[in-house]
């Protein structure tokens, strides 16, 4: 396995396991994939899903670094992606988020974690940008591709261009900001539902992009050298464009929900299966609040 994909896929992760659970009733009016939940029934199930997906991605060799999470005022604390991300160049950004009570996710010892032990020096701290009425929600916002120094992100209220620019800025990146939209023509309000990149492959529901994005997206994908693995709007819903390729001890792996896993075609198994290994994780409790899989993983590129 080359040096190349470690770019792409890290092998060590952030993870926070939620001590309480429910489906963020701040977030239910623009986030398609949420459902209701009884908070005590759901409470242990999300906190069993979390530990069981601590404990496979340990076995595969993937180092995950476990932060808990006992309060009550933060119900998608389960999903860290979105408010920070750390880059190989050294910098830590920290992210505007859209609802107030995501807003108080962030958490100074993990931040202090991150610069102690893979001495990230730089802090881009842009939370004060929700004065303003900005938001940019770190890797639900954007889709890096790290080969190719790209970051891909959905227009949307909760990925501001500006900000975007900034964090592009700052990595040496170029944005590829474009439109995707549900059945219903609503906006797809976090990036990572839609499309996962890895390495040697993309995972996008084209269908879902509007027609005038879409030869520009695929030219560069073509022109990373990237095979496409199209996903329907259906699989979408299975969330199956929220994976995220990790570097296990033996190569590279797609970490994705049983959900997804089962929604995927087996010829779409066969393609994946060329490059990485297929690691479902049922994580169906945590479904039910808007997120999936990669949104409880924050990757460590350093």
């Known amino acids: ?18 001590h309480q659970f429910v489906s963020n009733p701040q977030t239910m009016a623009d986030n398609a994939f949420q459902k209701p ?7 242990k ?20 670094h476990v932060f808990e999470d006992k309060g009550t005022t933060t119900p998608d604390s389960v999903f860290p992606n979105n408010w920070f ?13 859209y609802a107030k009570n995501r807003q108080l996710e962030y958490r100074q010892d993990i931040i202090d974690f991150l610069q102690q032990n893979y001495q990230f020096e730089q802090l881009v701290d842009l939370r004060h940008y929700v004065e303003q009425d900005k938001f940019l929600e770190g890797t639900g916002s954007i889709v890096f591709d790290h080969k190719q120094k790209l970051a891909y992100a959905v227009q949307s209220k909760r990925t501001d261009p500006e900000l975007l620019n900034i964090v592009c800025k700052l990595l040496g990146y170029e944005a590829v900001v474009f439109n995707a939209y549900d059945a219903k023509n609503i906006a797809v309000y976090h990036t990572n539902v839609l499309m996962c990149m890895a390495a040697n492959y993309v995972m996008i529901s084209m269908e879902m992009v509007a027609k005038e994005d879409q030869s520009r997206l695929y030219n560069l994908f073509k022109q990373a050298g990237l ?17 995220i390729e990790l570097q296990s001890d033996s190569g590279s792996v797609l970490a994705l929900s049983q959900t997804a896993f089962n929604a995927l075609t087996d010829k ?11 690691l479902p994780i049922d994580v169906s409790t945590i479904e039910a609040a808007g997120g999936s899989l990669r949104c409880m993983i924050a990757g460590i590129h350093n």
């Open 37 to 43: 939940l009884d908070a005590k029934q759901s409470a």
């Open 1 to 18: 396995m080359s040096s190349e994909i470690n770019v792409q896929a890290p092998n060590k992760i952030v993870m926070v396991r939620p």
């Open 45 to 64: 199930a999300a906190y069993d899903e979390v530990t069981q997906a601590i404990t496979t991605l340990q076995n595969n060799g993937i180092t995950v």
């Open 227 to 243: 095979t496409v693995i199209e996903l329907s709007e259906q699989q979408i819903h299975q969330f199956c464009g929220n994976a």
């Open 85 to 97: 991300s750390c880059h190989d160049n050294g910098i830590v950004f920290t992210y505007p988020m």
């Open 268 to 278: 779409q198994k066969v393609s994946i299966s060329e490059y990485s290994k297929l």
